[in-house]
């Protein structure tokens, strides 16, 4: 039996759905070429910074010190502009050779939190080959007269500016903390975004009680953390005419499989990668071919969505209702 893999993802035509996720796989051209070969239908690279790009832009290149002499935040806070692994012009270089050397989709990464001149990035990054752009708007609104519309207002007008600059597709990488996921997800389609990704993972600082310091944490993803991105896909999806990517906790053929049941069109794998090696997506890819024969599927666009709340007639009823018997099972 012949298997169709292939899935249309931000309007390009994917092998499979199977996306390297940004990651710092793509500062190492030979790392991109084994993922290329094992099986990845797209990269994305790791994100370049606002910071970086108001920087280079404000000429306080190896002179920022003190923070009072740059933007609002306290410079001392962010690293070095040399502790960067990209610079501006590195990472359009990095664009260019990654599109000399891979015949998949090249997806670049432009991380912000407020509007500024670092959005005419995006022009530079489709003038360098980027076939698409993942926009992450990583933010804490932590000024308590600062509410939640006008926080989605301004990333919704981040959206339309970065959108209006380019004519490649942009996709939008999510937070989970939106009070009305689905309503801000159909907002940003209607600002101009091809696709969402759910969801970007916050880094939880931890605290030294010994030396009164806040720690920064690094952790991989582990399968647990798919459940969230789950229950999003399937609510959102029926509603969705955007690409929708799930990104975070597929370490198994069993969680893609999931993503892609929910509504998924892409399916972000790095964790996963970093701890097996690039060719660990050739299991994946194989474990994916073995459940759609086992299951009579020809096309990965026959099982889309086939478990998102499309067929529920009241999905809220339907959550409610698990959430009641899930605390009702308890014993004790």
């Not at 004519?167 to 801000?184: D, G």
């Not at 990704?197 to 920064?216: C, G, H, K, S």
Request: with cysteine; glycine share 6%; proline share 4%.
């Amino acid at each position: 039996m012949s298997l169709n893999l292939t899935t249309r993802y931000l309007g390009l035509e994917l092998r499979n759905p199977f996306i390297v996720g940004a990651s710092p796989f793509s500062d190492n051209l030979s790392a991109c070429a084994a993922l290329e070969e094992a099986g990845a239908s797209a990269l994305v690279l790791r994100s370049l910074f606002a910071e970086q790009f108001e920087l280079e832009q404000r000429a306080l290149v190896h002179h920022t010190e003190s923070s009072g002499e740059s933007y609002a935040e306290a410079t001392s806070y962010f690293p070095n502009y040399e502790d960067y692994q990209l610079g501006p012009d590195q990472y359009l270089r990095r664009i260019k050779n990654l599109k000399k050397l891979l015949r998949i989709p090249v997806i670049a990464s432009l991380n912000g939190s407020r509007l500024g001149s670092w959005v005419s990035c995006a022009q530079q990054m489709e003038q360098a080959g980027a076939d698409a752009i993942e926009l992450n708007l990583y933010q804490l609104a932590t000024a308590p007269e600062l509410d939640g519309d006008q926080v989605e207002v301004e990333m919704l007008h981040i959206v339309r500016t970065v959108v209006s600059t380019v004519n490649i597709p942009v996709a939008v990488k999510l937070s989970p903390f939106h009070t009305t996921m689905t309503n801000f997800a159909l907002a940003l389609e209607h600002s101009g975004a091809a696709g969402l990704v759910f969801f970007n993972r916050f880094y939880q600082p931890d605290f030294n009680i010994e030396d009164l310091e806040v720690v920064p944490q690094l952790k991989l993803s582990d399968s647990s953390e798919l459940l969230l991105r789950l229950r999003w896909l399937s609510i959102v999806s029926p509603h969705a005419k955007s690409s929708l990517a799930c990104s975070g906790g597929v370490h198994h053929i069993e969680d893609a499989i999931k993503a892609i049941l929910a509504g998924a069109h892409g399916v972000q794998v790095v964790s996963a990668l970093l701890k097996h090696g690039p060719a660990y997506l050739t299991t994946l890819l194989n474990g994916l071919r073995t459940w759609m024969t086992d299951r009579g599927y020809t096309s990965v666009e026959e099982f889309r969505g086939a478990m998102n709340l499309k067929r529920c007639p009241d999905p809220a009823a339907h959550e409610r209702a698990n959430y009641i018997r899930i605390l009702q099972s308890w014993r004790v």
